[in-house]
């Protein structure tokens, strides 16, 4: 009997409370049809209220019919109906989604303002383990991950609400046989039978054709999703944990201890780096893709930044990882400004200063320091200027074999993007003579030949002043 064990379903999984009020998705097929039916029969049991949601799609010309078909049965048992048109290709338009794709959202919007609209805390679909078994091997054909192979769960939330899957112990067949007792008649949804659709083709084709191989392939892929389902939620919990103890949130950013992310088993990082681009991009698409590329700064790889769908961006500070909503804010170019030589020039902000002043070559102290440069005085183009980059503007760094893009050169030393616009450059022309604090052009370095050094420094303006 199917009533026994969808209630053990039920209770086995704490899907319904007393007094729950549910939004039921009804197409009027047989899955949701049979799911109202059962619901409406529980209901005095557990004061059940509920609230019939048909959504037309817009797909099919008989759809109207369902509709009222769904209308007048709803009227019959005294159940409250919500319904609403949509034009799923209009809504397609431009934003790059399969028609089920956008039919999906579409129905999902109408549920949860019909759940809005009624007062409602659940919303109660009836997907079955038929549908749990194509929805395995669908995420497996595009190549997910674990999570993938969970397949559906029987209850999540959405929007602030609860959906829930009451049938998704039962199969297909068992809830056809269920309707035929129960007298119930189901409309036949036609677009189910075009193979133009990926999960139809499964359906129709590549189940039927595993069945060969496995009479009870549905059955063991359902079993699949239900102990992938169980690692899947211990493997939460542990990410949840670490999440807590690696990440702080402060002015709308995520901070994140980057090293011990990145010293986190494999199977718990993806999982906390995911955490994180949920919490400060909630609503967004989040991708296997974005969550490499978080892992790949944790890990020290890469330019120090990466920026995200909407202009938000993950970025390395210290021993941190920044997960931030907001782009950085444009900047503008450095106003070129002449290089006292000698004498000081400040930096941009204020804070620091170049020093500049001519020394012997047996005077100098080798190796020079990080903030150092040694330049040959007589082979320096004149006038020297402190400025930012150009387009175009290549550099010969010294040591290497010859000339390259100034971007490629600040990709190559991990210069985040954001600062590259106004990143201090020493030039003459179009000869970039030092990236301060980095490297120095090839052609000025100190020779054996040199008569006389200038030597650039850059130092904290307070330390300056006390000098």
């Known amino acids: 009997m199917l009533l026994p064990k969808v209630k053990r379903y039920i209770q086995t999984h704490r ?22 039916h059962f619901l409406w029969k529980l209901a005095p049991q557990l004061d059940l209220e509920l609230v019939a949601a048909h959504l037309d799609h817009g797909f099919r010309p008989e759809a109207r019919q369902e509709a009222e078909a769904v209308r007048c049965l709803a009227a019959a048992w005294e159940i409250p109906f919500e319904s609403a048109a949509v034009n799923v290709a209009q809504f397609r338009s431009g934003r790059k989604l399969t028609a089920q794709e956008a039919a999906r959202i579409v129905r999902y919007r109408f549920l949860l303002e019909a759940a809005k609209k009624h007062g409602a805390g659940k919303i109660a679909v009836g997907h079955h383990q038929d549908d749990q078994a194509e929805t395995v091997l ?22 602030g609400f609860e959906l829930i899957r009451p049938l998704l ?71 949840r944990k670490k999440y807590r103890e690696l990440a702080r949130h402060k002015g709308g950013k995520i901070i994140i201890k980057r090293r011990a992310l990145a010293g986190l088993p494999e199977a718990l990082q993806g999982r906390v780096a995911r955490q994180a681009l949920e919490h400060c991009l909630p609503g967004k698409s989040i991708g296997w893709k974005q969550i490499r590329q978080l892992l790949a700064l944790a890990s020290g790889g890469g330019a120090g930044e990466v920026t995200l769908p909407g202009g938000a961006r993950i970025y390395r500070s210290s021993g941190n990882l920044i997960v ?16 006292a030589i000698p004498g000081v020039t400040v930096l941009p902000g204020g804070r620091q200063v170049i020093t500049a002043r001519l020394a012997e070559p047996a005077d100098l102290a080798w190796p020079p320091g990080a903030r150092q440069a040694y330049l040959d005085f007589d082979t320096l183009p004149d006038p020297l200027v402190l400025r930012s980059r150009w387009s175009g503007a290549r550099f010969y760094p010294q040591g290497a074999p010859g000339a390259k893009r100034l971007k490629d050169f600040f990709i190559d030393q991990k210069v985040p993007g954001h600062k590259r616009q106004r990143y201090p450059l020493i030039a003459a022309g179009d000869e970039i003579v030092w990236v301060v604090g980095i490297r120095i052009g090839h052609p000025y370095r100190i020779t054996a030949d040199t008569k006389k050094a200038l030597v650039l420094e850059v130092e904290k303006r307070e330390e300056r002043s006390k000098k």
């Open 138 to 159: 669908f995420n497996f054909l595009r190549g997910t991950g674990p999570d993938g192979l969970a397949g559906m769960p029987t209850r999540r939330k959405l929007g």
């Open 324 to 339: 931030s909503p907001t782009a950085f804010p444009e900047q503008e170019t450095l106003k070129p400004r002449l290089l």
């Open 15 to 36: 899907l319904l409370q007393r007094g729950d009020r549910i939004v039921v998705a009804v197409s009027g097929g047989p899955d949701s049809l049979c799911l109202l």
């Open 169 to 239: 112990g039962v199969t297909r067949a068992e809830i056809e046989r269920y309707c035929v007792e129960a007298g119930l008649k189901p409309v036949i949804d036609s677009s189910n039978l075009k193979t133009a659709y990926t999960r139809n083709r499964i359906r129709l084709e590549l189940i039927p054709y595993l069945e060969r191989y496995n009479p009870r392939v549905k059955e063991s892929l359902a079993r699949l999703a239900g102990l992938a389902a169980a690692d899947r939620e211990y493997l939460q919990a542990a990410s």
